[in-house]
């Protein structure tokens, strides 16, 4: 990790920030549309995925400035993010099922320490693409095709992440092009997200979906 710069550390914060943004934003306008174990999920999901990313930022900038070297806060990242998008998923998918009251259970997430981030890896990556999905789905529904057309780059460019992540050879031209599509593809998922907010997703009811007012009791 000698190639790891200060600047290359800090810009590791913008697609956190991106994340951040856009969770916050879906979490204000779709809390009339879930019940309310799918709305933890979402609430959970999305502080794990912060929390992970976080957590791997704040290790490169320790390192960048040879303060220390911290590899719990790097090994964390995918038992975080991965079981964290799975989550987000899960929750965004019940908007789309007739919930029933009574056989609502609530999702839990292990995040036990594996030697193999592999399971997590698989878990992140489901997550991301499903959540993506529905929100392309979403954009559908309302017309808008600018944010599905945003959704759908926030995808290609994630397998992008996956594809880097397998040639990853810790160089300082490798960990560039890992952090511009990183941000490319949060950014193109912060842009799609604001867009369906401005558009009035508070207000938007899905296709399938039961009386939230009557599953929240």
């Given at each position: ?65 040879r ?21 987000v ?42 959540l ?7 954009s ?71 009386t ?6």
């Amino acid at each position: 990790m000698n190639e790891l710069s200060v600047p290359m550390a800090i810009v590791d914060f913008i697609p956190v920030a991106f994340f951040f943004a856009a969770a916050v934003l879906l979490q204000r306008d779709l809390y009339n549309k879930m019940v309310k174990g799918a709305y933890a999920l979402l609430a959970a999901g999305s502080i794990m995925v912060f929390i992970g990313g976080l957590f791997k930022a704040g290790w490169k900038i320790l390192y960048a400035l040879r303060i220390c070297d911290y590899p719990l806060l790097e090994n964390s990242f995918f038992p975080l993010q991965g079981p964290g998008f799975m989550l987000v998923f899960l929750s965004m998918a019940g908007m789309f099922t007739p919930f029933n009251r009574e056989k609502t259970t609530l999702y839990s997430a292990a995040v036990p320490v594996y030697t193999s981030s592999l399971p997590f890896v698989i878990l992140q990556t489901i997550g991301c693409a499903g959540l993506q999905w529905i929100l392309f789905a979403v954009s559908v529904q309302m017309k808008r095709r600018a944010a599905a057309a945003l959704f759908v780059l926030s995808f290609f460019f994630m397998l992008g992440m996956g594809y880097l992540s397998a040639a990853f050879d810790d160089s300082a031209r490798m960990h560039w092009l890992a952090q511009g599509v990183n941000i490319i593809s949060q950014g193109a998922l912060l842009w799609g997200t604001v867009l369906l907010h401005r558009a009035g997703l508070a207000e938007w009811q899905p296709a399938v979906r039961r009386t939230v007012s009557q599953a929240r009791k």
